[in-house]
């Protein structure tokens, strides 16, 4: 089975660009995560979804994020416009239950995000 | 995608020795834990969690021990492999409740020839 997938592994744009990372969760999971990771802060949650509806985004650093999530089988997380402190990898994952109830989230390989 | 280079803690152990993986928790009322490994250029995998009625929870060469007095974790690898090299981390949650995952900083473990 495929697990999380999502593109582009590698991401090089210039401040000011716009950046559209890309993930497709494992089919029937119900719950899709974005998470950033950062030499300063760590792995970190920035919104999740449950049946495509965001649940929470308090973790979304300010308005230049926004996360959408169409269907259940793709969701997009969008920086506009970008900086260099955006400068991160960005992990999808999904899970087939909630935080709350204990399930395992499964992770997609990354992407990394260079902000020059 | 591949772990960042975080200023993590290090543990470095011999092969074939074991290892014990520590980690502070923050709240005292999460009562659910988990612990991940991130190999480089991959996302974070589960390995085994623990709910807070148990102390002690055993898996395939790893053990998790829960001490909920200290707010302790911690994970014990058995007879270390080059494949365990990796970072390490702990996260917190609270079952039923609205809390989101919590990641701790990890630890990098080396496993030495």
């Known amino acids: 089975d495929a697990g999380v997938i999502q593109s582009p592994r590698h991401e090089v744009t210039e401040m000011g660009q716009e950046v559209t990372l890309r993930c497709k969760p494992i089919?029937?999971?119900?719950?899709l995560f974005w998470y950033r990771q950062t030499m300063m802060r760590g792995l970190e949650l920035l919104i999740y979804?449950?049946?495509?509806?965001?649940?929470?985004d308090s973790g979304m650093p300010e308005d230049r994020f926004s996360a959408k999530m169409p269907n259940a089988s793709f969701s997009t997380l969008k920086i506009q416009p970008s900086e260099p402190r955006d400068s991160a990898v960005y992990f999808c994952?999904?899970?087939?239950?909630?935080?709350?109830?204990?399930?395992?989230?499964?992770f997609g390989p990354g992407t990394r995000l260079t902000v020059l | 995608g591949e772990s960042v280079g975080l200023h993590l803690p290090t543990l470095s152990v011999q092969e074939g020795d074991n290892s014990i993986i520590n980690c502070a928790y923050s709240n005292s009322a999460s009562d659910y834990f988990i612990w991940y490994k991130q190999e480089s250029g991959k996302g974070p995998q589960f390995i085994i969690d623990?709910?807070?009625?148990?102390d002690k929870r055993q898996g395939q060469r790893v053990t998790v021990l829960l001490n909920k007095t200290v707010k302790h974790l911690s994970l014990q690898i058995a007879a270390t492999q080059p494949g365990d090299s990796a970072v390490y981390f702990c996260?917190?949650?609270?079952?039923?409740?609205?809390?989101?995952?919590?990641f701790g900083q990890g630890t990098r473990l080396t496993i030495n020839p």
């Open positions: 996260a917190e949650n609270i079952l039923g409740g609205a809390q989101k995952l919590v």
């Open positions: 089919s029937g999971h119900d719950y």
């Open positions: 994952a999904s899970s087939f239950l909630g935080p709350s109830n204990g399930d395992t989230q499964y």
């Open positions: 979804f449950n049946n495509n509806v965001p649940i929470d």
């Open positions: 623990i709910r807070s009625n148990m």
